[in-house]
Structures are given as structure tokens and as C-alpha cells.
């Protein structure tokens, strides 16, 4: 299907047939739908990337509510999630890597947010008043692992939800580096957490004698990432009431990402 008038922002057609086959198939019988699928992406990415309201999509989009249908649905059957995780192997076997990692950075990311209802908190240090953002990144910068909390959480407090998928997933998984704020019990911790497969938590630390900026080894690869995430307009503060929609926009802006990455 070729779009009539498609945005910056709309998939193209090698993105869509790539996409295509992770969406979940259409129940058999009954009205065929008025939109097609890809009209419903081309509004959501649409969205993501401009950062308007859903209420503000264009009319050439399918009626906001049946964008937000979709977009809901999907995000509640993990469909979101289950694209992204298989355009991450996808990308990691194109860059020449195992499907799964060995190596990864850990790192947060403390956002406003707006004056919605939902879960939030207030950072004293960096004066936020929103969202934390907890990744693990590969070391292509692809995320392996994402957590939302309120601003207030501790890096460490939300390194332990984040990292106990370990218990169950990246079976290929052994180093881990972050910056001081996770230095103390979580190395600890994370080396305890897996008895039969010890996980290490190195800390990359600026060099005493430093001054200025300068980059530090391995840490910029996430930092980098989350540099990507702040393109998408909707990313730059949190507009979303549940933190597990605010998960959802991150995925989806590293979809559109691997997306250019396989289809550039």
C-alpha cells in the first residue's frame, strides 16, 4: 500500500513490509476495518515525532480515537515491545553481533513532565519534578531493557526492578558498566542475583585530575541513545498518565530508528 500524501515521518514501503509480519493477525468474519494498519502507524509515528496531542492529529489520519485504539490495544497485548525486541535482533545480526548481548551500559534519564495525572516525583538534585527513565543499552546503543519511574527513584533502587529480567532473559549477559550512581550494594547485589551465572557491574568513573567534559569510555554509547530518544518530540517531556505508555513511546522511537537503520 503506498500512502497518497505520506509525512517525514511515515513508514516506507520496506519499512511497512518489515513491520508488517509482528502485528497481530485480524480476527476472521465480521466488517472489514475502515483504516488500513499502516495508516495507523504512519498517525502514531506521526504523533511520536511532532509531539502533538492526539487530539491535533491531522484529518488525513484516521479519527484520533481509532488511532489511540489501536495504539492502546497493541500496547496492552505487548505488541509494541515484540516488534522492537525482534527488530533488535535484526539489527544486531546485520552489525555482524550474536543475537543476544554480551556486554551492556546501564544509565537513567530524569524528564518533566506535564501537569497530567499519573505517577510522578520530585528530584531535589537536578530540581525535576517528572519522570525517570532507567536503560540498558547494548553496545551498538539498542536497548535491551527499559524502565519508567517516578523521578524520585533512585538510579539504584530502579537498576534492581530493571535488572532482575536478568533472571530469565540474555542468557549471554556479563558485564555491565554504569557511572558512580550505581557504585555501592547494587554490585553486589547483581553479582548474588544469578548464582549459576555471575553478572559483573563495573563502574566507569571520570579521572581524578579531570576537568571539563570529556568522554568517558563505554558510558557515552547510552548516553548517546538517550540523545536519540529526545529527537522524538513527544520524548521531551512526559506527556503520558501511565508509565507504561511513557515505555511504549520509547519503543516505539527506537523502532522507527531500526527502521532507517535497515531500510536507510
Known amino acids: 500500500m503506498q500512502n497518497i500524501s505520506p509525512y517525514p515521518s511515515s513508514l516506507t514501503d520496506a519499512q511497512w513490509e518489515s513491520i508488517q509480519p509482528q502485528l497481530p493477525k485480524r480476527p476472521g468474519g465480521g466488517r472489514p476495518p475502515r483504516h488500513h494498519r499502516r495508516d495507523i502507524l504512519d498517525a502514531v509515528f506521526y504523533l511520536l515525532r511532532t509531539g502533538c496531542a492526539w487530539?491535533?492529529?491531522?484529518?488525513?489520519?484516521?479519527?484520533?480515537?481509532?488511532?489511540?485504539g489501536y495504539f492502546r490495544r497493541w500496547r496492552h497485548q505487548g505488541v509494541w515491545k515484540k516488534i522492537h525486541d525482534a527488530l533488535v535482533v535484526r539489527?544486531?545480526?546485520?552489525?555482524?553481533?550474536?543475537?543476544?548481548?554480551?556486554?551492556?551500559?546501564?544509565?537513567?534519564?530524569?524528564?518533566?513532565?506535564?501537569?497530567?495525572?499519573?505517577?510522578?516525583?520530585?528530584?531535589?538534585?537536578?530540581?525535576i519534578k517528572g519522570r525517570k527513565r532507567h536503560v540498558l543499552v547494548d553496545t551498538l546503543?539498542?536497548?535491551?531493557?527499559?524502565?519508567?519511574?517516578?523521578?524520585?527513584?533512585?538510579?539504584?533502587?530502579?537498576?534492581?526492578?530493571l535488572l532482575r529480567w536478568l533472571r530469565h532473559h540474555a542468557s549471554r549477559l556479563r558485564l555491565i558498566w554504569?557511572?558512580?550512581g550505581y557504585a555501592g550494594a547494587l554490585v553486589s547485589w547483581?553479582?548474588?542475583?544469578?548464582?549459576?551465572?555471575?553478572?559483573?557491574?563495573?563502574?566507569?568513573k571520570r579521572a581524578a585530575v579531570q576537568r571539563g567534559f570529556a568522554v568517558l569510555?563505554?558510558?557515552?554509547?547510552?548516553?548517546?541513545?538517550?540523545?536519540?530518544?529526545?529527537?522524538?518530540?513527544?520524548?521531551?517531556?512526559?506527556?503520558?498518565?501511565l508509565l507504561?505508555?511513557?515505555?511504549?513511546?520509547?519503543?516505539?522511537?527506537?523502532?522507527?530508528?531500526?527502521?532507517?537503520?535497515?531500510?536507510?
Open 141 to 161: 546503543g539498542l536497548i535491551i531493557a527499559v524502565l519508567v519511574t517516578p523521578v524520585a527513584v533512585q538510579d539504584r533502587d530502579g537498576a534492581r526492578t
Open 55 to 68: 487530539r491535533l492529529l491531522p484529518h488525513d489520519f484516521a479519527p484520533w480515537q481509532t488511532v489511540y
Open 217 to 241: 569510555p563505554k558510558r557515552w554509547i547510552v548516553e548517546r541513545t538517550l540523545g536519540w530518544l529526545m529527537k522524538q518530540r513527544r520524548l521531551r517531556c512526559d506527556y503520558e498518565q
Open 244 to 264: 507504561t505508555t511513557s515505555e511504549a513511546m520509547i519503543h516505539m522511537a527506537m523502532i522507527r530508528l531500526m527502521l532507517r537503520r535497515l531500510h536507510s
Open 91 to 127: 539489527v544486531r545480526r546485520a552489525a555482524g553481533k550474536l543475537p543476544t548481548p554480551s556486554a551492556a551500559i546501564l544509565d537513567s534519564q530524569s524528564v518533566k513532565s506535564a501537569d497530567q495525572a499519573g505517577p510522578r516525583g520530585y528530584d531535589a538534585g537536578k530540581k
Open 190 to 204: 547483581l553479582w548474588q542475583l544469578r548464582a549459576s551465572r555471575r553478572v559483573r557491574l563495573e563502574i566507569v
Open 178 to 180: 554504569a557511572d558512580g
